[in-house]
């Protein structure tokens, strides 16, 4: 945590999603948002700048549209992904936006959860696209794009495809031994499976100023049961950055400080 507090961190945008993301390592960083490999010197088309700008301005109904628009003409592995991730954290604000102190038969909370668990397929659908996309583009290409093995890496672990994960990183670290994708990876495998090298993969990224590492060590902790650390980190973590998977682990973690308290 002290590292965390003594960061001095520069504000980039990231050219996947748009989102503003928060470096302590120069120029080459992961998204806060999307998880996607940020090089400031490289342009690129941002494909969700619209959607990300209507995030902002808490219009999510807006940004839903623009990603039905978005779809509708592009289909490429990045935006798909985008788009479940976009989904993905939309779901959670819905699923979890309940008020239990309403009168009656509280359709406003039916509403919700319904409306979290829809969003929520649309997410699983989207990653699982952008999957069989990846397959089909590294299968027909001699020339190797990290950013799409990455895609397909993120999207197994967040379908809980730990195997096929797995077998994603080997050939990540084949092929891209010395590329900053091949130690992110290796660090969201180790804590999401509770390697034996999480630890040391965790002090390694923290050292190499790698702001995405503090969520995972939160999550360490957290799968540790060290919950007031991992809530104390998170706190100090959502203050800096937008991160949608920081920002589902802090509900958990308050849920089970809640109920360790009850």
Same mark, same amino acid.
């Given at each position: 945590?002290?590292?965390?507090?003594? @960061?001095?961190?520069?504000?980039?945008?990231?050219?996947?999603?748009?989102?503003?993301?928060?470096?302590?390592?120069? %120029?080459?960083?992961?998204?806060?948002?999307?998880?996607?490999?940020?090089?400031?010197?490289?342009?690129?088309?941002?494909?969700?700048?619209? =959607?990300?700008?209507?995030?902002? @301005?808490?219009?999510?109904?807006?940004?839903?549209?623009?990603?039905?628009?978005?779809?509708?003409?592009?289909?490429?592995?990045?935006? *798909?992904?985008?788009?479940?991730?976009?989904?993905?954290?939309? &779901?959670?604000?819905?699923?979890?936006?309940?008020?239990? %102190?309403?009168?009656?038969?509280?359709?406003? %909370?039916? +509403?919700?959860?319904?409306?979290?668990? +829809?969003?929520?397929?649309? &997410?699983?659908?989207?990653?699982?696209?952008?999957?069989?996309?990846?397959?089909?583009?590294?299968?027909?290409?001699?020339?190797?794009?990290?950013?799409?093995?990455?895609?397909?890496? *993120?999207?197994?672990? #967040?379908?809980?495809?730990?195997?096929? @994960?797995?077998?994603?990183?080997? #050939?990540?670290?084949?092929?891209?031994?010395?590329?900053?994708?091949?130690?992110?990876?290796? *660090? =969201?495998?180790?804590?999401?499976?509770?390697?034996? +090298?999480?630890?040391? *993969?965790?002090?390694?990224?923290?050292? #190499?100023?790698?702001?995405?590492?503090?969520?995972?060590?939160?999550?360490?902790?957290?799968?540790?049961?060290?919950?007031?650390?991992?809530?104390?980190?998170?706190?100090?973590?959502?203050?800096?950055?937008?991160?949608?998977?920081?920002? +589902?682990?802090?509900?958990? =973690?308050?849920?089970?400080?809640?109920?360790?308290?009850?």
């Amino acid at each position: 945590m002290k590292k965390l507090a003594s @960061a001095k961190p520069a504000a980039l945008t990231c050219p996947q999603c748009g989102a503003r993301t928060i470096s302590t390592s120069g %120029n080459d960083t992961f998204c806060n948002f999307c998880e996607q490999y940020v090089n400031a010197g490289e342009g690129a088309e941002i494909l969700f700048a619209s =959607v990300h700008a209507g995030i902002k @301005a808490g219009d999510w109904e807006g940004s839903t549209k623009k990603v039905e628009q978005l779809l509708k003409t592009n289909t490429e592995p990045r935006l *798909l992904y985008l788009s479940a991730v976009f989904y993905d954290y939309f &779901s959670d604000i819905r699923y979890n936006d309940r008020n239990y %102190n309403l009168q009656g038969f509280m359709e406003a %909370n039916a +509403e919700n959860i319904g409306k979290g668990v +829809e969003l929520a397929s649309l &997410s699983k659908n989207c990653f699982y696209k952008a999957l069989k996309l990846t397959d089909t583009i590294i299968k027909g290409n001699s020339i190797l794009d990290p950013n799409i093995f990455l895609i397909k890496f *993120l999207s197994e672990m #967040r379908l809980g495809m730990a195997v096929d @994960a797995m077998r994603t990183l080997s #050939r990540i670290k084949f092929n891209f031994s010395q590329s900053p994708i091949t130690r992110y990876a290796n *660090l =969201v495998y180790g804590v999401e499976t509770n390697s034996k +090298e999480a630890e040391a *993969l965790l002090s390694d990224s923290i050292t #190499r100023g790698q702001m995405n590492a503090f969520y995972y060590l939160a999550k360490y902790l957290a799968k540790r049961d060290q919950i007031d650390e991992a809530y104390v980190l998170l706190q100090k973590f959502n203050k800096m950055v937008e991160s949608p998977i920081a920002r +589902e682990l802090t509900i958990q =973690v308050i849920s089970a400080r809640n109920a360790s308290e009850a």
